[in-house]
């Protein structure tokens, strides 16, 4: 089973500022299978980013993926204050995992 | 407009059982792979089952191996799961979830917005 370690596990912005999400597998993500995801409380997940780099429909620009192998990292350009959230990254190359989430957090 | 709505959940008892159901609108139903995902209370995300388009492959995580059965009927446009021989452990929101045509199947561009499972006593 691959194992996906977020970090950090919380991470304190303000509004306006760049977030960066790591997503580390314990063994390599085969065809960049890597997808995440958004969570806010009390809602279900929406997914953001599929094939580690791909936009979903409708999620905008400013969320980009990046990463291969076993390293891979989620950027929020500039936070909006809807942004604030828990994201989850998951790989889906070898059956599906999901890692243990990432809580954005207004400073 | 794609839609998942769950239903089925409540509080059981341990070794108990319970339905969940997902009807699903706004696509079609029957060429798509479904999949459940749980969430305990303050927990991440688990990934429980999966069936394909037709009903006939489905696929497991060991936690709920030969107590939870997936099914599905494309002629109702609904997803099942039937659980059995529930455990506390087994308290979650479960959610169900699409995975998209031309993927690979594993990963999901619509979910539900989740029935809470409760196990106690």
């Known amino acids: 089973e691959i194992v996906l370690t977020q970090s950090p596990g919380t991470l304190s912005l303000s509004p306006g500022e760049r977030a960066t999400l790591s997503c580390r597998a314990s063994?390599?993500?085969?065809?960049?299978?890597l997808a995440w995801y958004q969570q806010k409380p009390g809602q279900a997940p929406r997914l953001l980013i599929y094939?580690?780099?791909s936009r979903a429909t409708g999620i905008p620009d400013r969320f980009s993926g990046s990463g291969s192998g076993t390293d891979f990292t989620l950027t929020i350009s500039r936070l909006e204050p809807e942004d604030f959230a828990v994201y989850y990254c998951?790989?889906?190359?070898?059956?599906?995992?999901f890692g243990g989430g990432t809580k954005v957090e207004i400073k | 407009e794609v839609q998942l709505v769950e239903s089925g959940g409540g509080l059981v008892q341990p070794g108990g059982s319970l339905r969940l159901s997902c009807a699903a609108s706004?696509?079609?139903?029957?060429?798509?792979?479904m999949h459940w995902v749980r969430q305990a209370p303050g927990k991440g995300l688990v990934w429980v089952s999966r069936?394909?388009?037709?009903?006939?492959?489905?696929n497991y995580a060991d936690s709920v191996k030969d107590r939870f059965t997936i099914s599905r009927d494309n002629a109702k446009n609904t997803l099942y799961l039937q659980m059995n021989s529930l455990r506390a452990e087994d308290t979650a929101v479960y959610y169900c979830?699409?995975?998209?045509?031309?993927?690979?199947?594993?990963?999901?561009?619509?979910w539900g917005q989740g029935t809470l499972v409760t196990v106690a006593s």
């Open positions: 979830a699409r995975a998209p045509l031309h993927s690979n199947g594993w990963y999901f561009d619509y």
């Open positions: 706004g696509f079609t139903f029957s060429s798509y792979w």
């Open positions: 069936i394909n388009s037709d009903g006939s492959s489905t």
């Open positions: 063994q390599s993500v085969s065809s960049s299978y």
């Open positions: 094939g580690a780099s």
């Open positions: 998951q790989q889906y190359g070898s059956y599906l995992t």
